[in-house]
């Protein structure tokens, strides 16, 4: 039983265990390992004819084992500094915020609108006043406008200035 207990103290892997199979690696795997040879290329940490024995060397790999000597030597990329997120997403965030709000109002507005009837009732009929007043009212807007009195027509300055030149001949 002794020497039992010596071969295990002594082995690090007991007899009975093989080593792990080699994984395979996919195309995503190689992608990777080019991408990454590819930014040390444009960093100058290899040189073109270094970067191109690596990057087929990377295309011709069939094990993942095979593409880890390939990026051992080379350190991390950098960390890149945040960028802001630009008009799109501020868009976004604010339709996001309008949506949300105009939900709660709705809400808040159909149980005004089932506990007070005669409330909303009264209100629908005076915006609808008011916008058929609007509509009928028409030019009454325009009275000291292009063309009134005291505008650029009619009995405006313009007309003042040119009677003063007939005054002078």
Do not use: C, K, N
Not at 29 to 55: M, N, S
């Amino acid at each position: 039983m002794a020497p039992l207990l010596e071969s295990l103290a002594t082995d690090p892997l007991p007899p009975q265990q093989e080593p792990p199979p080699r994984l395979r690696a996919s195309d995503a795997d190689r992608e990777a390992t080019v991408r990454t040879l590819l930014d040390a290329i444009a960093r100058g940490l290899l040189t073109l004819q270094e970067g191109d024995e690596r990057v087929a060397a990377a295309y011709g790999a069939r094990f993942r084992d095979e593409l880890r000597p390939l990026t051992a030597d080379l350190p991390p990329a950098p960390v890149s500094a945040p960028v802001a997120p630009g008009w799109r997403a501020l868009a976004l965030l604010t339709w996001l915020q309008v949506r949300t709000a105009v939900a709660g109002l709705w809400r808040g507005s159909r149980r005004a609108v089932r506990s007070r009837p005669r409330l909303a009732i009264a209100v629908v009929a005076l915006l609808a006043l008011l916008s058929l007043m609007a509509a009928t009212s028409g030019g009454g807007f325009d009275r000291g406008g292009y063309g009134g009195p005291g505008g650029y027509g009619g009995d405006g300055w313009h007309d003042h200035d040119h009677d003063e030149d007939e005054d002078d001949d």
